[in-house]
């Protein structure tokens, strides 16, 4: 067994048992090779140690916790470690790169990728997910440059065609790892559907051009406290913004169903959904205890003059 594959087992996951994480374990490889070459020569050459006639000594992974952490290294960090797994498994294990985006999915996504592939007819769709691939390529003609992109959502994967008009359009390059929104037309010519892209936003942009309403979801028997109301108009208030506020109240009556009423509050109860107010947000609500609400329209093709005219 070579040093590379013991790499391989450990980014992969197969050797989680034996240490506090994968980083510090790949650190140990090359003592735990080196201690296991000199222990096979000297039983070629017929030699024990004294601490041989000790007995097997206990495992890496049998250690205090005190004597684990004395190692100090850091682990990889969640993407880290899901791109090693997809990489050397063609799969993850430890959970998907798009789990903390249930919200955004859910709001942007029109179709699913699943959904696209049992579509027969073309048409005009937005997607939510990830970017796996990126293949930038030119025109023939006139050397423009355009993309071939993978794109991922929790369904499947889909080949993203970003042509030259909308890749000029781009404010910054595509890089894989990044969760994009994509509007386009369904090409359905191939065996393979495939997306033409008209419009692409990351994720800042997504929440100021699409997002209109964020919907709290809120059992009435945990609001009873009325300081819980006033931490949660504060925290609102800290980050005004154009997205519309709505509270989805809700209390059970009885069978196991619960009754719903949607509130409406003022307009400037509107907020601005950054990174920063979403932490706070799903800090206060102990969860994910929300709804993101997009628009439903999407970004289509401009017609050309010529087109217009027909």
């Known amino acids: 067994m070579n040093k590379k594959l013991i790499e391989s087992l450990v980014k992969s996951g197969a050797c989680d048992d034996f240490g506090p994480n994968r980083a510090e374990l790949l650190t140990q490889i090359d003592g735990a090779l080196a201690q296991a070459s000199a222990k096979a020569r000297d039983r070629d050459a017929g030699q024990a140690s004294l601490l041989d006639l000790l007995g097997p000594m206990e495992p890496a992974a049998k250690k205090s916790s005190a004597s684990a952490r004395a190692g100090g290294v850091p682990d990889f960090s969640l993407r880290e470690r899901l ?32 959904q696209l592939k049992d579509i027969p007819e073309e048409i005009d769709t937005r997607v939510c997910g990830l970017v ?48 994009v929104v994509i509007s386009g037309s369904l090409d359905r010519r191939d065996d393979q559907p495939k997306l033409r892209a008209v419009q692409v936003l990351w994720l800042p942009e997504a929440h100021e051009q699409l997002l209109r ?13 009325p300081a819980r109301w006033a931490e949660l108009r504060e925290l609102v208030m800290d980050a005004p913004g154009p997205v519309k506020l709505r509270l989805v109240c809700s209390r059970a009556n009885g069978g196991g169903e619960r009754s719903r009423v949607e509130l409406a509050p003022a307009d400037h109860y509107g907020v601005a959904w950054t990174s920063e107010f979403k932490a706070r947000l799903e800090a206060f609500l102990g969860g994910a205890g929300y709804e993101l609400r997009a628009t439903t329209q999407i970004a289509r093709q401009k017609r050309k003059a010529w087109e217009r005219r027909g």
């Open 213 to 225: 309403e964020l919907a709290l979801h809120l059992p009435l028997e945990d609001w009873l406290d």
């Open 83 to 114: 791109g090693y797994e997809k990489e050397l498994l063609g799969f993850y294990i430890t959970g998907h790169p798009l789990d903390d985006y249930a919200a955004d999915l859910a709001a942007f996504q029109i179709h699913t990728v699943a």
């Open 132 to 179: 796996t691939k990126v293949e930038i390529r030119t025109t023939q003609k006139d050397k423009k440059p355009w993309a071939r992109v993978t794109f991922e959502d929790l369904t499947g994967a889909l080949e993203v065609l970003v042509f030259p008009d909308t890749y000029a359009a781009l404010p910054r390059p595509l890089d894989v790892g990044e969760v």
